[in-house]
Structure formats: structure tokens, C-alpha cells
């Protein structure tokens, strides 16, 4: 199962990059990972929007029990690492948020692009309850 959809530069890309996990997680009947799953690509869409480029494209992908967030933009030369940080600064953790609720992550890039990526195992829940 694979979904993908382009987000704009802009706020309100967040808002559907999670509504994009949002489907796949149900569809998938895994609820267990659906809190997790649109924090993570909160994150990830949000990084893209800050400091990437154009065109942005959301996936969420599930393959076998893992759940396959990515966001990949067009800025391949900015590179995601989580950030050292201070009690006084009100930026950068988002990055440290995903290390934190993914199994993994990390990113890849080409010459024109890059493709940051987070992994959640799945613990398959049916979406409705089991008839009595």
C-alpha cells in the first residue's frame, strides 16, 4: 500500500501531510501507530516546507509491518541531523521527535533532490470492533 501526495510550500502542507497518514494508517488497520505516525510526518512535511524547495512530495507506505514515512523535496544539499540543544531555544527539535518514536530513519539524496524517511513498525488492529 502506497499514498503520496504534492504539498506546497506553505502551513498548511503539515495539515495534509497528515491527513495522508492519517488514511494510509487506517486503511491499514494499524491504529497503534497512528499518533506517532502523523507527529513524525508533522515533522518531516514541516522541515521540507522550512528548508527545502519545491516541488514537495509526501509518501506513506506500508511494507510487510513497517510503515514507511518520507518526504522528499527538491534542496538535496540541506540535510536533516538533529539539532544540539538548549533550554532557551524554541526551534529545533523536530528531528530528535522523530529519531525518538521511528525504529528508523535517515535520508537519502540524488543530485536533484532528497528523500528523508522515517520507519514505524505496525501491530495490525482492526479498525472496527470484532463482531460479537
Same mark, same amino acid.
Given at each position: 500500500m !502506497? #499514498? #503520496?501526495? /504534492?504539498?506546497?510550500a506553505a502551513p498548511e502542507a503539515a495539515g495534509l501531510a497528515r491527513r495522508l497518514v492519517r488514511e494510509t494508517v487506517l486503511e491499514?488497520?494499524?491504529? !497503534?501507530? @497512528? !499518533? /506517532?505516525a502523523i507527529l513524525v510526518m508533522s515533522e518531516l512535511a514541516t522541515n521540507a516546507v522550512r528548508y527545502g524547495a519545491e516541488p514537495i512530495v509526501a509518501r506513506a507506505t506500508v511494507r510487510d509491518d513497517t510503515l514507511i514515512l518520507a518526504v522528499e523535496d527538491a +534542496? &538535496?544539499? !540541506? @540535510? %536533516?541531523? %538533529? +539539532?544540539?540543544?538548549?533550554?532557551?531555544?524554541?526551534?529545533g527539535r523536530g528531528m530528535h521527535l522523530v529519531a525518538a518514536m521511528a525504529a528508523r530513519w535517515g535520508w537519502d539524496r540524488s543530485a536533484h533532490a532528497k528523500i528523508?524517511? &522515517?520507519? @514505524?513498525?505496525? +501491530?495490525r488492529l482492526s479498525?472496527?470492533?470484532? &463482531?460479537?
Open positions: !502506497d #499514498h #503520496h501526495c /504534492d504539498l506546497p491499514a488497520g494499524a491504529l !497503534d501507530v @497512528l !499518533d /506517532d +534542496r &538535496a544539499s !540541506d @540535510l %536533516p541531523y %538533529p +539539532r544540539v540543544l538548549t533550554a532557551t531555544e524554541p526551534n528523508v524517511w &522515517a520507519e @514505524l513498525p505496525l +501491530r479498525a472496527k470492533p470484532p &463482531a460479537e
